[in-house]
């Protein structure tokens, strides 16, 4: 990768353009902690080099946000051992490692996880993300102190960042989409309404973890589906995230998962959110997205469209796919 002057966010130096996004690799236990294997497969790609950083797959803070079986967890101070072991592991390689922090919300059905399936509201109409329970004010002030906590043990086991997951349809993502958002109290209706829910979570990790730690945050900048948010309510959306205090936004599809329909084959295909957000606010912009050339990756910072770029499903396929392109 030509070379490009490091990014600093507070203490952290990120050395290298290219990225790890969050990706889900299946090698979590039947209990949801960190494996030989998760280590083992961590390791691999960040023996590679070329990363900037690893952002590590999302991990939930809570069982009844739980996605998958195979899924980490953050919801236990038990957990932070194995997460400690992962994030040293990524450290020994000299890359700064990051923590994604989730709850699914109504992105799972109640059967998955024998827990309450919760969102912001019910009968959507939607495909997916059909929460049983509309969450009361109890339940968003337990998810806000269950991602505080997430974020606590995630800076304990030694990351040097923490993601907040709000994107691809999981719970922050329903309550930021006008389409699983149909509330009408504080946290519905006005898209400062729909992020009330992400700016109290903001508030209590810094005021619990300090001015100083990094927080990221994953953002389903836009729907891409009718009445959906677009990808102005994205630009929207990273301005009043940066007032409330972020330090990066990770741009990503919104309820259209990580994928855009129609455009897949297009290196870089949330690139129409992510340049518009990145001339709209002052922290660093990753962009993620069928993007495989280094070449396209270049352009794609030189074009000021990001300041980062995220190559995903060929480094989960093949872990030293990333070295062989050099
Ligand atoms: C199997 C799989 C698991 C994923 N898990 C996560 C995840 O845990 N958190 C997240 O934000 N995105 C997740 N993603 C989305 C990726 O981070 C990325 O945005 C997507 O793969 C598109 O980038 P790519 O074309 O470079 O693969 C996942 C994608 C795949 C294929």
């Known amino acids: 990768m030509k070379k490009y002057e490091d990014i600093r ?59 998958s079986r195979h899924q980490l967890s953050i919801s236990r101070d038990s957990d932070i051992e194995g997460l400690k072991a992962l994030a040293s592991a990524i450290h020994s390689y000299d890359i700064p490692a990051i923590c994604q922090i989730n709850h699914a919300g109504g992105a799972i059905r109640s059967v998955d996880t024998g827990h309450r399936n919760i969102g912001p509201s019910t009968n959507l109409g939607l495909k997916y993300f059909e929460p049983d329970i509309s969450m009361n004010n109890e ?56 992020l009330r829910i992400h700016f109290e979570i903001i508030k209590g990790i810094r005021e619990n973890l300090g001015d100083e730690y990094p927080i990221f945050i994953r953002l389903g900048a836009s729907d891409y589906m009718e009445k959906g948010n677009t990808i102005y309510d994205g630009k ?15 741009v990503s599809g919104g309820l259209c998962f990580y994928r855009r329909p129609g455009k897949e084959d297009e290196q870089g295909y949330f690139s129409d959110a992510s340049r518009i957000i990145k001339r709209n606010v002052s922290v660093p912009v990753i962009l993620t997205g069928g993007i495989r050339e280094i070449s396209v990756a270049e352009k794609l910072i030189d074009d000021r469209e990001a300041d980062l770029i995220g190559i995903g499903r060929p480094i989960l396929k093949d872990q030293e796919w990333l070295g062989k392109l050099f």
């Open 9 to 67: 966010i507070k203490n952290l130096i990120i050395k290298n353009r290219l990225i790890l996004p969050p990706m889900a690799s299946t090698t979590g236990s039947l209990e949801h902690r960190v494996t030989d294997e998760t280590i083992a497969y961590y390791s691999r790609i960040a023996k590679t080099g070329h990363l900037g950083l690893i952002i590590v797959e999302h991990a939930f803070v809570s069982p009844e946000g739980a996605a």
């Open 139 to 194: 339940d968003i002030d337990r998810v806000i102190s269950d991602f505080v906590s997430g974020a606590l043990r995630a800076k304990e086991a030694g990351f040097d960042a923490v993601e907040i997951h709000s994107a691809h349809g999981y719970l922050l993502n329903q309550f930021y989409s006008p389409l699983s958002n149909l509330r009408d109290d504080d946290y519905g209706g006005s898209i400062e309404n729909r």
């Open 236 to 250: 929207e959306a990273s301005i009043l995230l940066e007032k409330a205090g972020v330090d990066l936004i990770d």
